[in-house]
């Protein structure tokens, strides 16, 4: 069983930068597709960023070239970095582990104020 748990959210400024957590709390994270998703009120929870643990990093169009995903199998944790952030980067952020089988995280709520 794998239990995700996200840390970093808060509030940042326009132009700003955030750093979001995620620990992977089970065994073999090495074979799991780590990313993160998220959603903005009222909308679907949409595809941010993804990496594997050969290296092979994927990212949205939004945030490509601003945010850099991460991980550290050996410390079970995958981080996004997130840098000149948007209002429409506000959203509740989600991490997700991929290997046949998906494991969500419970989110963490990120806003980009004035």
């Known amino acids: 069983q794998v239990q995700l748990v996200e840390s970093g959210g808060g509030s940042v400024h326009l132009g700003g930068s955030l750093r979001l957590s995620c620990f992977f709390n089970g065994n073999g994270m090495a074979w799991y597709r780590m990313a993160w998703y998220r959603q903005a009120p009222g909308k679907e929870r949409t595809f941010v960023a993804s990496?594997?643990?050969?290296?092979?990093?994927a990212y949205s169009d939004s945030v490509k070239g601003r945010f850099t995903i991460s991980r550290d199998n050996n410390k079970k944790i995958a981080q996004l970095q997130m840098d000149t952030m948007t209002f429409e980067d506000t959203a509740t952020y989600y991490c997700n582990a991929h290997s046949g089988a998906d494991y969500w995280g419970q989110g963490t709520q990120v806003t980009v104020s004035p």
């Open positions: 990496l594997t643990s050969g290296g092979y990093a």
